[in-house]
């Protein structure tokens, strides 16, 4: 996904410890929507 610009990832080092953190890009979160609307429309068709 970090590939397709959907996420974007930080690496560092906090207290010596690996720390990774993920934020969605706006076309990540545009995404994301789509998909998410997609599968209320799925849920939306099977209680009809």
Do not use: W
Not at 11 to 23: A, H, I, L, N, S
């Amino acid at each position: 996904m970090e590939d397709a610009e959907r996420v974007r990832v930080e690496k560092q080092f906090v207290d010596r410890k690996p720390q990774t953190t993920y934020e969605l890009t706006e076309s990540g979160r545009t995404k994301f929507e789509n998909h998410v609307r997609t599968l209320d429309s799925l849920i939306d068709g099977l209680d009809t």
